[in-house]
């Protein structure tokens, strides 16, 4: 599937927009703690505030796109600009907390709002795609804040950065009059507890008509069926075989019946989600002190922490093309992502540790975009819903995972906690995907 190029770009935009600011939340929380002459624990909480909005995306995802995926592109774009200047610009803790609210409210939007645009069978690799964007861009926020601390100005003031693509992208997603009623670029989708009816005709050169007529319930009752009825020629190769239309004969509709979704395979999948963005983030969170216990000093450590992007960014650039080759590549990822822990926790050089986060990183790297493509692709499951529910499993994850490995790491030293947390997700993860899934 090729998407518009106008979705191709804002999709770009928001993804990008969200891997710079997001992961300077980090960095952020020490620059503002010398600030306002305070401990960093005393704001850690601030680093929480992406995961509280998509657990706030996640419950009320299915309403803000009943207008369709636009308007809530607009606004979540609105609301990010205005968290990224409050926390740049902020004197106090109460506009830095707002700043925060509303930068992890914006993003978490932009986590709704993607794989509601880039549904269908590509899925995954458009996924992968915008989410590479992502990741690069997430290499230049720390980059940026350091280097600006350095020359003696606040550092927080390199997240104005993402102010003006913000807007811009606020101001390409306003509907135009001449965008096309159809297709990914749309401004109005499938709506869970809606009933859409579409009808479309192609006349060839030969006047065989072909006419499809679909009408599609989505979640109107949780346990009905969803009806379909269909009618297509013979020629095409779809039809009932009772001659060409262009004679003037009309092949008879064919009722479909399709079950709504099992509960259980959608709760597979989406706990698939919640696995592969634990991993993730117990990397994302805890690699800076995992290397400052090797030795390094935290300005060191945290560069040095960024190998892991590196890694998930090359990941997940590869990742569309390995993709479309049908490597398994979550298979292939639990793999790197196991051997890359392992490194992580048995050395005590700093060297071997970064090496090993890159390794991580290019392993972790297709978890999520593909994760979230088969939750998206579930059959019978609302596009509107599905992107609500997934930014619900990675607010779980986000919230979760890092915090459990703190508490391991606490009763157990964090080179153990790798070792019992990590590795048990990963073979759980590549587990789920054998079955008949191989080639994801």
């Given amino acids: 599937m090729s998407w518009d190029r106008r979705v191709v770009r804002q999709v770009g935009l928001a993804q990008a927009a969200l891997g710079f600011t997001v992961n300077s939340l980090g960095a952020c929380l020490v620059l503002l703690a010398a600030d306002l002459d305070s401990a960093p624990e005393e704001l850690a909480w601030l680093s929480s505030s992406f995961g509280v909005g998509l657990l706030v995306a996640g419950v009320t995802g299915r309403w803000a796109l009943r207008p369709g995926p636009r308007p809530a592109l607009l606004g979540s774009a609105l609301v990010a600009a205005a968290g990224t200047i409050l926390l740049a610009i902020g004197a106090s803790a109460v506009m830095a907390a707002a700043g925060a609210l509303l930068l ?58 993402a102010v003006p693509p913000l807007l811009f992208l606020a101001a390409d997603t306003r509907p135009r009059r001449s965008a096309a009623a159809t297709g990914p670029d749309a401004d109005a989708v499938s709506v869970p507890d809606a009933v859409s009816v579409s009808a479309t005709a192609t006349v060839s050169s030969s006047d065989a008509v072909s006419v499809a007529d679909a009408v599609s319930f989505s979640d109107a009752v949780s346990s009905s069926d969803a009806v379909s009825v269909s009618s297509s020629g013979s020629g095409s190769g779809r039809g009932t075989g009772d001659g060409p239309l262009g004679s003037g004969e009309r092949a008879r509709p064919r009722v479909e019946v399709a079950r709504a979704p099992s509960v259980w395979r959608a ?25 400052q216990a090797t030795g390094l000093p935290a300005g060191a450590a945290a560069a040095a922490a960024t190998t892991f992007l590196v890694g998930m960014a090359a990941g997940r650039l590869a990742a569309p093309r390995l993709i479309a080759r049908r490597v398994p590549v979550i298979l292939v990822g639990c793999g790197l992502a196991a051997a890359g822990t392992v490194v992580v926790a048995l050395f005590e050089a700093p060297v071997p540790v970064t090496l090993g986060l890159a390794l991580a990183g290019l392993g972790v790297a297709p978890f999520y975009p593909v994760t979230l493509a088969r939750f998206v692709q579930v059959p019978g499951l609302p596009t509107a819903r599905a992107a609500a529910y997934g930014a619900l499993a990675s607010g779980t994850a986000i919230l979760a995972a890092p915090a459990t490995l703190a508490a391991l790491g606490a009763a157990l030293d964090l080179r153990t906690a790798y070792l019992v947390a990590v590795l048990p997700l990963a073979l759980v993860l590549a587990a789920a995907t054998l079955p008949g899934r191989a080639r994801l």
């Fill in 104 to 161: 992890g409210l914006g993003a978490a939007g932009f986590v709704l709002v993607t794989p509601a645009l880039l549904g269908g069978p590509d899925a995954a690799a458009g996924l992968a795609r915008a989410y590479a964007a992502g990741s690069v861009s997430a290499l230049f926020g720390p980059l940026a804040i350091g280097a600006l601390a350095a020359t003696g100005l606040s550092g927080r003031l390199a997240l104005l950065i």
């Fill in 267 to 291: 709760a597979g999948v989406w706990a698939t989600i919640v696995v592969a963005v634990s991993i993730e983030f117990c990397f994302t969170i805890w690699s800076t002190t995992r290397l």
